[in-house]
């Protein structure tokens, strides 16, 4: 009754709410406070579940609290005393009712029932014992030697992790995180078209580019300087100077950084400095048709690649930002691009379950499919040891081998989907679910851990993008986004490191 009053009340509120939008506002204003209202409405609910969640677990541990010791071990050892059911030769089941002080017939069957139980227990397990003779006691050490093995393995897998950075700030939903080699800073690409960088001690944001005209959907650095390459939804890739004020912002900038600092802003730690026009945009004649949804830097840092929904990759030259060689092949649109850190190899992903190896190294380039997935291919990025890792929404990551493209070297059985993936130098997958879970696996495909999620920390919906610092930053040695707007700063400690 208390949960539909409350319900009615929302109804009712906002009803109240709409009748407040002037009849003469624009009909996109009037989607837009209506989407806002709904959007509210899903908050609460949300929060109002999560508070259940926790009372039922505290419910549910002080019930097993309250328990005797001899009723803990007849609910695990599924044995009640409200039900006792046994079957006879003539395969008749026998029910015994709930044994009350005005029952004793009750008490006398099951009694014998347990008694009956019982020597039957003891007749099999004579039996048994004879039959077996001397490999009992073989088998017996031999599975206490695995059990003592599978536990110590257990005790060596203690992560430790927490999250020690918050990052809000964003309008809409992030698709991507990227982290800056050498320098405390990490990149943000979000759907609300624009693109910050954040100083990781502060936790403001730095600087925030607003030079596409579409959602903002990833985000690369350059390894050595300080430029950003960003891919967007309008069809364009931008690279752009990502030179940060790391003091307190000032009024007054020269035209010659393109900034605008027009916001009015009483206070000036408040305000964010933006900038607007790209040193280099990849589109026009030989580009894209549609939405680019990754783009990343080559080696060399002297040419980049990006993926479109268009069903194709470009190879571009960032001094003359003209394509070089399209890549095609896929059958369905892309999800992912990434370039191998040291040598001219490029892996794409698309929606046709599969990705592909592309090999620059020789003037005509090679192609390789890898096949393997039955849903599509969300991330595939390289790892150490000549070594691929693949994610899907078939909700499995697989580890590959460059030199052995028929099966896959490990299988990562999981409970929801996958999204874009990072591996860490030391080899360790981190994968970001739509559950809002984050799991750690090596290359292995052993379970490492799984970042903790309450109603106090971790992502409140989709988890879309993860990526390891290549030295701890700050304590911070992983950053993931959501499409809660919030990024967040993990830092985790390894068996080794502990």
């Not at 964003?170 to 982290?179: N, R, T, Y």
């Not at 800073?185 to 078209?193: N, V």
């Not at 790209?278 to 840092?301: K, N, Q, R, T, Y």
């Not at 059958?331 to 040291?342: I, Q």
Request: charge should be neutral; proline fraction near 4%; include cysteine.
């Amino acid at each position: 009754m208390k949960s539909t009053a409350t319900a009615k009340a929302r109804l009712t509120s906002l009803t109240e709410d709409i009748s407040i939008i002037p009849e003469d506002a624009p009909y996109r204003a009037r989607l837009h406070f209506l989407f806002a209202q709904i959007e509210k409405e899903f908050e609460q609910l949300y929060l109002e579940n999560l508070n259940l969640q926790d009372k039922l677990e505290n419910a549910t541990a002080s019930t097993k609290e309250s328990l005797t010791p001899y009723e803990q071990r007849s609910v695990a050892g599924g044995v009640s005393g409200s039900a006792l059911v046994a079957t006879g030769s003539g395969g008749a089941s026998l029910a015994a009712t709930p044994a009350t002080p005005s029952a004793p017939l009750g008490d006398e069957i099951g009694a014998s029932l347990l008694a009956a139980a019982s020597s039957t227990h003891k007749s099999l397990k004579a039996k048994l014992s004879s039959a077996t003779g001397g490999s009992k006691v073989k088998a017996s050490n031999k599975i206490k030697a695995q059990t003592s093995r599978i536990v110590s393995s257990f005790k060596a897998q203690t992560v430790v992790s927490s999250v020690v950075r918050e990052f809000s700030g964003h309008k809409d939903g992030i698709w991507q995180v990227d982290a800056k080699g050498g320098q405390p800073i990490i990149g943000t690409a979000s759907a609300d078209h624009t693109a910050c960088i954040w100083g990781i001690e502060s936790g403001r944001c730095l600087l925030q580019y607003q030079g596409h005209a579409g959602s903002v959907n990833s985000i690369k650095f350059h390894q050595h300087r300080d430029l950003v390459l960003t891919g967007s939804g309008d069809g364009t890739a931008h690279i752009w100077q990502a030179a940060v004020n790391w003091e307190v912002p000032k009024k007054g900038h020269s035209s010659e950084e393109e900034l605008d600092d027009s916001d009015g802003q009483p206070e000036d730690r408040d305000r964010v400095d933006t900038l607007r026009t790209p040193l280099c945009e990849f589109s026009g004649p030989g580009g894209h048709l549609s939405v680019i949804v990754a783009a990343d830097w080559l080696s060399s840092m002297d040419q980049i690649i990006t993926g479109s929904w268009d069903r194709t990759a470009i190879l571009w030259d960032v001094e003359t930002a003209q394509p070089l060689q399209p890549l095609t092949g896929h059958d369905h649109e892309l999800t992912h691009v990434s370039a191998h850190p040291t040598q001219r190899l490029v892996v794409t992903a698309s929606r046709d379950t599969t990705f592909r190896l592309w090999d620059f190294r020789d003037s005509i380039p090679a192609v390789s499919v890898f096949q393997g997935h039955t849903e599509t291919v969300t991330s595939s990025v390289f790892a150490r040891d000549d070594k691929v890792v693949s994610g899907s929404d078939d909700r499995t990551i697989k580890v590959w081998e460059l030199r052995n493209m028929r099966s896959a070297l490990a299988t990562i059985r999981t409970d929801s989907s996958v999204n874009r993936l990072a591996v860490s130098t030391g080899g360790i997958i981190a994968i970001p679910h739509d559950n809002r879970q984050i799991r750690l696996f090596d290359l292995n495909g052993q379970r490492v851990a799984r970042l903790p999620r309450t109603s106090r920390q971790g992502h409140r919906r989709m988890v879309s993008s993860v990526a390891w610092a290549e030295e701890p930053l700050l304590n911070c040695d992983l950053f993931s986004c959501g499409f809660d707007r919030r990024v967040f700063g993990w830092s985790i400690v390894l068996p080794k490191d502990n």
